[in-house]
């Protein structure tokens, strides 16, 4: 019984190790990639050469109701939501593109988190930028032009190739605890988020919800055995 005081250091949760085979040729690939197309978080960020899917949190806003997320009142609080990531230190810790921090969503986009409505935007290309990863529910007029739309998706992306790679991991994991309240401020939209962590943690979760139900089924496995044999 004692054994178990050592369990959390034995514990093997990592998503990678359990679900990929050792010296599979998929790691191989990933390390060919990573040799001959290396990252740089800190100076020349760049989505298509990452070789995992980075350290990043993803918030899709959606407008309450029936209203479109380019409204006024719904790009207050998307203006609002942008800053409360920021206030978190994002901008210590984000990945770094020309010396600024990546964009959270393509540049036709950014006056959006300012509070300030774009014209002329059209669907699903404005201005050779693809949109259609970032707005979505897109109701469009003549020519492709945007007449509404319903949610918007932003990605903050942060350093993970370097000795920052441990503080965006910490960043994240305050993130994920802290959200929730600040979600509850914006009466406008509504916000689901998703890390490069939340997988991970719900697998970790598991343990805790499955084992539990395992260790009754075996007793009443065990009992169910007893009882019968006493007949």
Do not use: M
């Amino acid at each position: 019984g004692a054994g178990f005081l050592f369990l959390p250091q034995r514990q093997a949760n990592d998503i990678e190790e359990q679900f990929t085979p050792t010296g599979g040729p998929a790691k191989a690939d990933r390390d060919f990639v990573r040799r001959y197309f290396p990252t740089n978080d800190s100076e020349r960020f760049s989505v298509p050469r990452l070789p995992t899917e980075g350290a990043y949190a993803a918030l899709i806003a959606v407008a309450a109701g029936e209203d479109s997320i380019l409204n006024p009142s719904a790009l207050t609080d998307l203006k609002g939501l942008d800053a409360a990531v920021r206030a978190r230190g994002y901008k210590q810790l984000c990945a770094l593109s020309g010396g600024a921090c990546a964009s959270p969503c393509p540049e036709p986009l950014l006056p959006l988190l300012q509070g300030v409505a774009v014209e002329n935007l059209t669907y699903p290309i404005t201005n050779g930028t693809f949109l259609g990863a970032t707005l979505g529910g897109v109701r469009t007029g003549a020519g492709g032009r945007v007449l509404s739309a319903r949610a918007v998706k932003l990605v903050y992306f942060l350093r993970e190739d370097g000795p920052e790679a441990a503080e965006s991991r910490r960043w994240l994991e305050s993130f994920l605890r802290d959200i929730p309240s600040e979600l509850e401020k914006f009466s406008t939209i509504k916000v689901t988020y998703f890390t490069s962590l939340s997988r991970q943690q719900e697998f970790e979760g598991n343990t805790k919800s499955v084992i539990p139900l395992f260790s009754i089924t075996y007793f009443l496995t065990i009992t169910f055995s007893v009882v019968s044999c006493l007949r």
